[in-house]
Each structure stands twice: as structure tokens, then as C-alpha cells.
């Protein structure tokens, strides 16, 4: 086994070797794949803030609002993001490059608008009453989840142009996400001891604006990260051409791998409904007190947080050696066995405290063991490669509205479903919140804990029919091969001989249009640097 010592000296020569040069036959340097991680981190940041407010179940219980509101709120505002999406995604099709780029300038600019959207929707007045609380609640938190879709989307964008190399792409991915999950799982963490705390005093909303500004300042600083971040990307002269939206929209309905893809997520959007109510189990659950509970919680979500983790450092490998598609049903069978387990327990069939925190978080776990949000772009980045192929053009904007507007507006849609059980059954989340158990009418711990178990079997269904839908993708590694033959084909108007990997990278810099010709000058110099340094090491 070799010396630690000479093994943590040659990571760290790696390193500053690696620092502002990339490895060879590669694009990415070390700088810029830190500077790419730590932007991204910024954008979940202020994703979080939002999310600690308005999600379809938070929305009732932090504003005090009857429960369908909650998702009507989301439908309104994922339909308004579907034409928000069209349109933004026909300006990003048609924008030119600029010194920061095509599409981080987007990104920069939608960030601190998203963060002040933010802010002000988690600042609710006091005292109010339950017709202004509603009309405050629609207008702040629909145009705060319009424009945070439009900076999710593009920032998601970002791992199919940071490099033209699809394995790069994963290998830098998998460890970026890690960073990117930091924030929420430290939101999760801190989440709840900030709520109890200020449950203590009466004043639990005052929790969420704490949270909000910290945030959203926190988010947009790191944010300003991605401007030392590099797009790379293939161009063919067609790709260069103005496309009209309806020209758009009906090329990509013919991309199939999207249109499958698409299906299985719609079809598959219910497929973590009972995580929707997690916060609320561990506060009737995991203690005696729901200030015990909220703390038990939060603290287990450094578990539940990292649960993607493993796979999200195993990606490289995964996609390495398995079709997406396989990774993708793998991860989701897994996932609904979990759910399956703890439907035929039963929340209320475990005992109250350390047990049910225990079991439940097992099984939450086992249920969120996947990396999906980490694959989806790098699929979507290969969906792109294959529109271009397709049509000559790369369509990332309209593939988009597919793969997360229309989607996210199907989801919408499906949580009418809980909503409707939740209305039925008369379980309010407003009816637990700034309360202590002993505060709450008779059975309403046991009409949450039947409508726990309701949303467990919906999952269930939903997480087996993106499995079936998903049988059907075809864009496998073999085809997907021949799309990036016949690309760099094009790009260069040559056939690109199979030389040696440096020479590759070469020919990749010198063929992408939107690459300075200063930077294929660096890469050539950098690669005589690695002979030289490789030639010393054989000596």
C-alpha cells in the first residue's frame, strides 16, 4: 500500500497541476469545477428558502389557508410557467453569445430577482385576515415559483454545456451535486430547531423570515461563482438559425426519448407524495412534544438529506457501465419497495419517540436512495446531443417545457388527488401549526396518521408506473455513441480519426465555435507541458 504521506503529496501536486489546467484530453479545470459547484450551491440556497414556504402542503399551514389553495396555487403558477417557459426558452434558442456566455447571464440575473421574490413571501404580515391572507399568499408565491422554475431550469442546462465530453459531464456532475445537496439538508438540519425555537415564543413565522433573508443573501453571494465557469458546446452552422416557437414546439414532439421521458415523469409525479407531509410525521411522531419531534427531525435529515449521496458518487460508474435507463428503474424499484414496507407497518403501529424515528427514517432512506435530480440533467444533456443530430438544432429551451413545465404542471394537476382526500377526510396541516399536541381538537392525530398512510399507497402506484413507462426509453449508450460520431463529424466537416485522447480534446476545442481561439492556444501549450511532465516521470 502506498505511503500516505507521498499519496496525500502527489494529490496535492495534483491539484495545483490541475488547478487552472485540465487533465489531458479533458475540459474542465479543477477551479472551474469548484466555482461550478459552489454557483449551483447558491441557487439552491434560495430554492430552499422557497421551499420552506411554499410547497403545495406548506402553503396551508404557513399562511393559514384552507389546503386546495395550496395546490391551486401551484397549478396557476405552472401554467403560467409553461408560457413563461416557451417564451423564455425561444430567447435562450435565439441568444447570442456574450463574454459571460449564452446562458449564465440569464442565470445571473434571474437569481437575485428569485431571492427578493422570496424574501417578501415569507415575510406574511401578522393579523391578517383570512381573505387577505389568501390574496397574499397568490401573489406573492405564484410569480416566486414562475421565475424559480425559469433560473431551475436553466441552471440545469449547465451540465450538458460545461464540457461536450458526455463521461466528463457525469464525472464532474456526481460531485457537484453533493455540494448543491449541502443546501438543503443544512435547511432541513437548522429548519426545525429555528421552528421550535420560535415555537417557544409563540412566533413560529418569524422562523421563516429569519431563514429567507440568511438565505437568499448567502444564495445570491455564492451564485456570482458561476461567472469563472465556462460553456462548451458543439455548433453546427444550422443551430446558428432563429427558430420560430411553433417551429420548436413540433420538432421536439418528434424526439422520442423525450417524449418517453416526459410520460414516465407525469406519470411518475406522485411518486414521493408522502414526502410532502415528512415535516408533519416527525412533528406527531418522533416525540412526546412536537418541539421534540421538530428536532428529532431535522437532526435525522443529515441522514435522509445524504441519501442520494452514495449514488450520486457512484454516477460516474453507474453511467459508465449501465443505459440510463436501467439506473433510472433500478433506483426506483428500490424506492417503492421502501414505501411498500411501510405502508403494510402502518405510522400508527409504531410507537411514539426514538422507535418511530428510527423505523420511519430507515425506511425514508431505502425510499429516497436514488440520485433522479442528478441523472435527469445529464439525460436531458444527452437528449439535446440527439435533437441536434435529429434536426440540426439543439432545442434546449423547448426540450425543457417538456421535461420540467409541462411536467411540473402535470404534477400540479395529480396533487389536486391528496388535496381532495386531505379535504374529505378534514385533515388541515394549519391545524398543527404554532401548536403543541395538547392544544389539538380530538382526532386530529388520527385522521393525519389515515391520511399518512393514504399517501404512502399513491406514491406506491405512481413510483410503478414510471417503472413501466421507462421500459420503453431508447436512448441507450450505442445509439448515443453514434449521435457524438456524427456530431463532431459535422462540426469539423472532417471525419475525426481516432487518435490519441489529448489530440481528441485538441480537435473538440478547435471545433466548438463558441470556444475563444486563446483557449485552444493554452490547451496545446498545456498538453506540451504534459508530455514534458510525463516523460520526467518515466525517467
Not at 389546503?67 to 423564455?88: C, E
Not at 403494510?344 to 425514508?364: D, E, F, H, K, M
Request: with cysteine; net charge positive.
Amino acid at each position: 500500500m502506498k505511503n500516505p504521506i507521498l499519496l496525500a503529496k502527489d494529490l496535492i501536486g495534483k491539484g495545483k497541476k490541475y488547478w487552472k489546467t485540465p487533465p489531458t484530453g479533458k475540459f474542465l479545470t479543477l477551479k472551474e469545477i469548484l466555482f461550478f459547484g459552489g454557483g449551483g450551491l447558491g441557487i439552491n440556497f434560495i430554492s430552499s428558502v422557497i421551499g420552506t414556504v411554499i410547497t403545495a402542503s406548506q402553503i396551508p399551514e404557513f399562511y393559514g389557508i384552507a389546503v386546495y389553495h395550496g395546490v391551486i396555487i401551484f397549478i396557476i403558477a405552472s401554467s403560467a410557467g409553461i408560457f413563461a417557459q416557451l417564451g423564455f426558452g425561444k430567447i435562450l434558442q435565439n441568444a447570442k453569445h456574450t463574454k459571460l456566455g449564452k446562458y449564465k447571464p440569464f442565470i445571473l440575473f434571474l437569481a437575485p430577482l428569485v431571492g427578493v421574490l422570496a424574501v417578501i413571501a415569507s415575510w406574511l404580515p401578522q393579523n391578517l385576515n383570512s381573505t387577505t391572507k389568501i390574496i397574499f399568499a397568490y401573489t406573492t408565491s405564484v410569480p416566486t415559483l414562475v421565475m424559480l422554475n425559469l433560473l431551475l431550469n436553466t441552471f440545469n442546462m449547465m451540465p450538458g454545456i460545461i464540457s461536450p465530453n458526455q463521461q466528463e459531464r457525469s464525472n464532474v456532475w456526481a460531485p457537484v451535486n453533493i455540494i448543491l445537496n449541502l443546501a438543503p439538508t443544512l435547511f432541513g438540519l437548522l429548519k426545525g430547531y429555528v421552528r421550535a425555537y420560535y415555537l417557544g415564543k409563540g412566533q413560529e413565522y418569524m422562523a421563516f423570515r429569519v431563514m429567507g433573508i440568511v438565505g437568499v443573501i448567502l444564495g445570491f453571494a455564492a451564485t456570482t461563482m458561476l461567472i469563472k465557469v465556462q460553456e462548451r458546446v458543439y455548433e453546427v452552422s444550422t443551430n446558428k438559425e432563429h427558430v420560430k416557437l411553433i417551429d420548436g414546439l413540433k420538432q421536439v414532439v418528434k424526439n422520442r426519448p423525450l417524449m418517453i421521458l416526459t410520460l414516465a415523469l407525469i406519470l411518475g409525479s406522485l411518486r414521493v407524495c408522502i414526502e410532502t407531509s415528512s415535516e408533519l410525521v416527525g412533528r406527531l411522531r418522533y416525540g412526546t412534544t412536537f418541539e421534540e419531534g421538530l428536532k428529532t427531525f431535522s437532526s435525522l435529515t443529515l441522514i435522509t438529506g445524504f441519501a442520494a449521496t452514495p449514488n450520486m458518487i457512484l454516477l460516474p460508474l453507474l453511467t459508465k457501465k449501465f443505459n440510463n435507463k436501467t439506473i433510472m428503474i433500478g433506483w426506483q424499484i428500490l424506492n417503492t419497495c421502501a414505501y411498500i414496507i411501510l405502508l403494510i407497518v402502518g405510522y400508527g403501529n409504531i410507537p411514539v419517540g426514538t422507535t418511530s424515528a428510527l423505523v420511519i427514517t430507515g425506511l425514508r432512506f431505502m425510499a429516497l436512495f436514488n440520485a433522479v435530480g442528478s441523472l435527469l440533467p445529464l439525460m436531458l444533456a444527452e437528449i439535446y446531443d440527439y435533437q441536434q443530430w435529429k434536426t440540426g438544432k439543439r432545442l434546449e429551451g423547448f426540450i425543457q417545457t417538456f421535461a420540467y413545465a409541462i411536467v411540473l404542471l402535470a404534477t400540479q394537476f395529480a396533487m389536486l388527488i391528496p388535496a381532495l382526500i386531505q379535504t374529505n377526510m378534514g385533515f388541515t396541516p394549519n391545524d398543527y401549526f404554532d401548536k403543541e399536541i395538547n392544544q389539538l381538537r380530538e382526532g386530529k392525530i388520527a385522521v393525519a396518521l389515515e391520511y399518512f398512510d393514504i399517501a404512502l399507497l399513491l406514491s406506491i402506484i405512481s413510483g410503478v408506473l414510471f417503472i413501466i413507462v421507462m421500459l420503453f426509453y431508447n436512448l441507450d449508450k450505442k445509439k448515443y455513441a453514434v449521435v457524438v460520431a456524427e456530431l463532431k463529424a459535422k462540426n469539423v466537416n472532417t471525419e475525426i480519426s481516432d487518435q490519441a485522447e489529448n489530440e481528441a480534446g485538441l480537435e473538440e476545442l478547435k471545433s466548438s465555435e463558441t470556444i475563444d481561439i486563446n483557449e485552444v492556444d493554452a490547451y496545446e501549450q498545456n498538453n506540451e507541458k504534459d508530455k514534458i511532465s510525463e516523460a520526467e516521470d518515466v525517467n
